[in-house]
């Protein structure tokens, strides 16, 4: 058995079943979570995964999420517009800012697995007499303070 920090990309989250569905809103009664108001039709409901999938471990030898995905007790029933903001982050279509959202997150997430993966790269390269990889950003001259050419300077004497 082993566990994951993540799930792996070639793993795709389960669609959920009606009766986990059902039993996320029974155990809600028909409430959402956020501020406690009533759900309404189910078409203006969307079920939340708390916490998110992508910030789950993962079991290989089962093949799904810890906590399973589909378990009702780590889903919320919200409404489109609470699940837009928990997804997205605040601001509604114009965002400035993603920090703090599910997907904001997720980004970080990736930026800071890759830079950890660069940095562990150079740091093996340095130790072993392979070629170092190339930086991301070639390295330049910095020029001066102006782009006009410099006036000579006449002495007299």
Known sequence: MTILDRPPPEWKRPTTPCNVKLQVLINQEGRST???????????????????????KFDTEAWDTIPPANDPTHIEAITVEQHDRRTNGPG????????????????????????????????????????RPSPAKPKRKIGGRSSFPKRKVRRFG
């Open 34 to 56: 956020i501020g406690g108001e009533k759900l309404g039709r189910i078409e203006n409901t969307h079920f939340d995964h708390r916490p998110a999938l992508e910030a789950r």
């Open 92 to 131: 509604g279509t114009k965002r400035i800012t993603t920090r703090g959202s599910d997907t904001g997150e997720r980004a970080r997430t990736r930026r800071i697995a890759r830079g950890h993966a660069e940095h562990k790269a150079t740091m093996t390269a340095k130790g072993s007499d392979e070629p």
